[in-house]
C-alpha cells in the first residue's frame, strides 16, 4: 500500500516537473532548467524516453532469468514469471520505440533513421514478437514454456553481439553516438543539471518501480488464474 | 540372468497442461519378471511407458533403474507409436541402431535376428513398402538388437496374425530369462504370466 | 555384450550414425537438395528481372545476396528435424541416441547442407548480376565460410524449437531473424568491404566476431538442445 502511493507521488513529481519546469538559458533557481542547444524543449523526453528503453532491457534480462530457472527446475512458476516480464518488457518496447520515433521526427526530421540505437530498440521489439508468436503457437503448457524459455535464452546470448557490431558499421543521429551533428555528446553525463539529473534517476526509479509492481500484479493474476484452471 | 537388475518407480506423478494423468504409482520389477500395465484407454499407459524409457520426465516421483548398464542400452520398446526409418531396409534400420546406441554392428547377428522374426527374404526392401504386421517385426528386431535389461511392449500383439503372436510370446518368454519385461496393454490374454501389476485405472 | 570402443567412441559413432542416416536420406530423395536449388534459381531470377537494366550499387548488391542466403536457408534447415516429426521418428531417435549427438548429428548435416547450397548461390549470383563485383576474392570466401558456419549454428537451434512446437514453417524465419541478424551485419560489411577491395586485415573485426558468435552459439546450444529435446 504504501509502495503504490509512494510510486504513485513520485511518478506524478516527475511528470509534473519534467514537463512543467521552465527552461532558461541561464538556469538561476532551483526550478530553471537549462536549454540545451539543438535540443531545447526537445530535451524533455529524456525524461520519458530514456527510462521506457531502459526498462524493455531490463524486463527481457529478467525474463530470460526466470527463463534459466523454469529449464532446471521445471517449476512453472517460474515461466509465469518469464512471460509476464517479457509481456511487460513488449510493452515498454513499444513505448520506446514510438516516443523515440516521435521525437525523431521533431528533432530529424523523419520517423526512422536506422540509427544504431533506433535498431537496436526494434531488434528487441522483434525478438518479443517471436518469443510472443512461439508461445502462442503451442497449446501443451508445459512444451510452451521449454521452447520459449530456450528461446529466451539463445535470444538473449546472441543480443551482446548486436550491441557490439552496431556502433562499428553505423554512425548514428542519436545524441552520444559517434556521428552526432549536434555534438551535444554522450545522453546522460553531458550538459543535465544537477536539478536536471534529479529529475532524471527520479524518473528511473519511479518507471523501476512500476514495472516492479505491474509485474507483481501480472504474476499474481496469472497464479490465481492457474489455480482456478486446475479446480475446474 | 542379472541378479543385481531392478525397476523401481516411485511415487509416480504426471500432469499435462495441469490434467493429472497418474499419480502415486509404485512398482518394482527384478530379472525374470513381467509388470503388467493395464487401464482404459487414456489412463496413461504409453505415457507411463515412455517414462520407464526414460524419455519423458515425471512430474513427481522417480523411477531407477539398478544393475543395467549405459542408459542408451537399457530399454528396448514396441509400440504402436514407434516408427522405423522407413525409408530405409530393415538391415540398414538396425545398422542405424546400432550406431544411434554406440555399439559396433554386426551384419551376420543382424541377419540372423531379422530371419528369426521373420522377416528373411525382405532384408534389403525398404520398410515403407512393408504391411503393418511386418513393420511390427522390424521394431521387435529393433528393439531387441541391443539385448535390452528392460524390453517394454505396448499393444505387443497389435497388428499382428497367428505367427506374429507366436514371435511375440518366444520374444516374452525370452525376455523373462535375460531381464525385465514389461508389458502395457488391455487385453491380458496377450501375457502368459505376469508377476507384477500397475493397474492406472485406480491411479487417477 | 562385446563394446570395445570408449565413451568418446561410442559417442562420436553416434554422431557419425544420426549425420549419415540424414545424409544418406536426403541421397534417396534428393528432396531439400533439389528444393533449396529451385529456390536459389528463383530468387536470383526474381532480382535479376527487378533490377532490369538499372542495376544497383555495389553496396546494395552485397545486402542482397545475403538476403537470398538467408531465406534459402530458412528453407532448407529445418527439414532435418521437421522430418522426423512428420515421420514420427523423434521418439526412435530420443530412445537410441544421447541428445547431443542428435544436435551435432543434425548440425554436421546442415552445415554441409548450407555451405553446399551457399557455394552454389554465389557462383550463380556472381555470374548472372552485374555490378556485383568482388575486388578482395580473400575476405569474401573467408566471409562466405564464416557465414555458413554461423549460419548452420544458429538455424539448428531454431530448428529444432519449431519441429518440437509442431507448427507451420512461417514461425522459422520469424524466430530466426533476430538471432542471426549480429551474423547477417557482419557477413554484409565484410561483403561490403571484399566489394570495395579493402585489405584482408580491415575485416578483421567482423571475423572475430563471427568467430565468436559460433562459439557461443554452439555452445549454449548445446547446452539448451537437452531441454528441448526430451519432454
Redesign the interface.
Known sequence: MVLKITLGVLLTAVIVFGIGLPMSPHPQAWYELPVIPGLEEKARIIFFHVPTAWLSVVAFLTSMVYAVQYLRTRDLGYDIRSSAAAGLGLMFCILATVTGAVWAKFNWGSYWNWDPRETSIFVLLLIYGAYFSLRSAVEVQEKRATLSSAYAVIAAVTVPFFIFIMPRIMPGLHPGSKGDPEGAGPVVDFKMSPNMRVIFFASLIAFTLLFQWMFSLRVRAAQIEARNQQRG | MNGALRLTGRGLRKEFDRRTVFRDVDFTAGAGETLLITGRNGSGKSTLVRIMCGVLSPSAGTIALEGAGDPHLRAGLVAPYLQMFEEFSPLENLQIGAGLRGMHFDAGRARELLERVGLAGRLHDAVRTFSSGMKQRVKYAFALQHDPAVLLLDEPAANLDEEGIALTRAVMAEQRRRGVLVVATNDLADVETFERRVDLNAAR | ?????SRA???L??V???F??DW??EL??RYAVSALLMFVVTTIAIILFSLGSEGASPDALAGMLWVVIFFAAMSGLSRTFVMEEE???T????????PA?VFFGKLLFNLVLVTGINAITVLLYAGFINGFVIRTMSIFAVAVALGSIALAA?ST??AA??A????RGT?YP??S???????L??VI?ATRKASEGAYFAEAG?EFQ?LI??IV??VV??SM?FE??W??
Open positions: 555384450m562385446p563394446h570395445g570402443r567412441g561410442a559417442f559413432l553416434s557419425r550414425t544420426v549419415l542416416k544418406r536420406s534417396r530423395t515421420r514420427g521418428t521418439l526412435t531417435l530420443q530412445l537410441a541416441a544421447p549427438a544458429a537451434v531454431i524449437i519449431i518440437r512446437a509442431n507448427t514461425l520469424v524466430l531473424f533476430p538471432i542471426m541478424l549480429p551474423l551485419l557482419s560489411e573485426g566476431l565468436s558468435y557461443v552459439v549454449s546450444s539448451l531441454y528441448i526430451k519432454d
